[in-house]
């Protein structure tokens, strides 16, 4: 069983900055990519960064130059930096993994989920 939890979300004024952390914990043998997710009341949820375990990136295009994603693989964390942030950017903000279990199985999982609201 593995876990993701989750932290740092929370209410900005437009402009402002948040930084989200997951952390990953439990029958862990090695994460290939991390990212991040988002999903608006009424919309689908989309990719918002994503990072390989050798640091590769992508971003959607929305986010490109204000948000940054990066990863400490010693803590099985993964972090988003959220710069500039817009009343756009609000939704609920989901982390998700690539985990090789110690089973030998390559499973996807999912945080519960951090609300982020920026007002205008």
């Known amino acids: 069983q593995v876990q993701l939890v989750e932290s740092g979300g929370g209410l900005v004024q437009a402009g402002g900055s948040l930084r989200l952390s997951c952390a990953a914990s439990?029958?862990?043998?090695?994460?290939?990519?991390m990212g991040w997710y988002r999903q608006a009341p009424g919309k689908q949820r989309e990719l918002v960064a994503r990072?390989?375990?050798?640091?590769?990136?992508n971003y959607a295009e929305s986010v490109k130059g204000r948000f940054i994603i990066s990863r400490d693989n010693a803590k099985n964390t993964v972090y988003l930096q959220m710069n500039s942030l817009k009343p756009e950017d609000t939704a609920v903000y989901y982390c998700?993994?690539?985990?090789?279990?110690?089973?030998?199985?390559?499973?996807?999982?999912w945080g519960q989920g951090t609300q982020v609201t920026v007002s205008s």
């Open positions: 998700n993994a690539d985990v090789l279990v110690v089973s030998g199985i390559l499973v996807d999982y």
């Open positions: 439990g029958s862990i043998f090695s994460i290939n990519a």
């Open positions: 990072i390989t375990n050798s640091g590769s990136t």
